[in-house]
């Protein structure tokens, strides 16, 4: 099957639709699919490179505009690569409307990563032509349940959904690294919190910092991202240094031990925008408890309420500290919690996503060729 990921970004860039791209796509590879990725190169010239078996095509990037890359010619190249599968990944309206022009593939599949929650501007003149793009796609993925029953776009078009939850590389997580593990709480002291993620602003980091200020322990977080300068302002003004640690990015192969590393878990979320949360997955397939918040998204059907973690409500530094008091003091808990939270995870595996998505594109092809 030749098959064509369309998204901005692809890795060595980071982020979670990034990485998802990178996880299903090399996975289909291995499977023996003939896989491509189209994206926006950072610069001003397009380029194509070879990437662990996929093709990855990066098209000039003209200028970047309210977090959106554009790219003359993205548009002319996604009519040029053959596919028999174009996976859009939203949002991404330069691709979207790319491909709803120009391209060729034999179905169009969509996963729905996340609804447009900031860019209020933009969706008002993005929504007529959202819904077309929407209607004319074969298939839609939606990543869980609850984002399927609480998007008001899939709602409209539940009959062309299907749910398949992001995986990740949980044996890679699972295992254990002793020394480095070791390592880093000699170094930073226990007990341990951590948060991974991309620094941007649904992240919640202020209401974590701010939640810190009661607790007795050391926060790790690690990414970089565009709020990082703020926080770490913020996180001085508070008094926190030395009890608060930014590390930036961390090496891919280094970040399991950090998940092993920590006692606890955090993702402080504030907006819908963060609509899944793979990292809570890698730190349950860790053994991990995590602390999520309630903001009608994927997050708090990724972690189960008082049987993988804890869940409270967005933008409450108190209730925050709370969760987090609990798993650290109450060792049975955690240790209870972290045990469900690893058994839970192997299913959210690439293996078992990839599969899924599969199936879901011989469906389609099937259907349309009828």
């Known amino acids: 099957m030749r098959i064509l990921h369309v998204y901005k970004d692809y890795f060595p860039v980071i982020g979670g639709i990034e990485n998802h791209i990178r996880l299903l796509a090399r996975e289909q590879v291995r499977q023996g699919h003939e896989v491509a990725v189209l994206v926006t190169n950072l610069g001003p010239r397009t380029k194509e490179e070879n990437l662990e078996g996929v093709r990855v095509i990066k098209a000039a990037r003209l200028t970047h505009l309210v977090s959106t890359p554009l790219s003359f010619s993205f548009f002319r190249l996604i009519g040029k690569i053959p596919a028999q599968v174009v996976h859009l990944h939203f949002p ?10 120009f391209g060729r593939g034999e179905i169009t599949v969509m996963t729905y990563h996340s609804d447009v929650v900031r860019q209020k501007l933009i969706l008002t003149f993005y ?3 959202l819904l077309r793009i929407l209607s004319k796609a074969d298939g ?7 984002y399927l029953d609480s998007s008001p776009y899939l709602r409209l078009f539940r009959d062309k959904c299907t749910v398949i939850p992001l995986g990740v590389e949980v044996e890679r997580f699972a295992s254990v690294q002793r020394e480095e593990v070791e390592a880093i709480r000699r170094r930073y002291g226990t007990p341990l919190i951590l948060f991974v993620g991309k620094l941007r602003y649904y992240k919640g980091i202020p209401y974590l910092l701010e939640a810190m200020r009661s607790l007795q322990a050391t926060l790790l977080i690690v990414g970089s991202g565009p709020m990082e300068a703020a926080w770490r302002r913020l996180s001085s003004e508070m008094g926190l240094d030395g009890k608060v640690f930014f590390l930036g990015e961390v090496e891919d192969e280094k970040l399991p031990a950090f998940y092993q590393a920590c006692d606890v878990f955090v993702l402080p979320a504030s907006h819908r ?3 899944f949360g793979t990292v809570l997955i890698e730190a349950m397939a860790a053994g991990k408890p995590v602390v999520s918040t309630e903001l009608g998204t994927g997050t708090s059907w990724v972690n189960r309420d008082g049987e993988t973690g804890l869940v409270v409500p967005p933008c409450d530094s108190e209730a925050l500290a709370k969760a987090i008091k609990v798993l650290l003091e109450e060792e049975a808990i955690r240790r209870q919690m972290g045990e469900r939270a690893r058994s839970y995870a192997r299913s959210f595996s690439v293996e078992e996503m990839a ?3 599969l199936e879901f594109y011989q469906e389609l092809l099937e259907r349309k060729r009828r």
């Open 273 to 275: 925008s963060e609509a």
């Open 127 to 129: 929504h007529p032509l």
């Open 92 to 101: 991404y309206p330069p691709g979207e409307v790319a491909n709803f022009l």
């Open 355 to 357: 599969r899924r998505v």
């Open 140 to 146: 839609i993925i939606a990543t869980s349940p609850r």
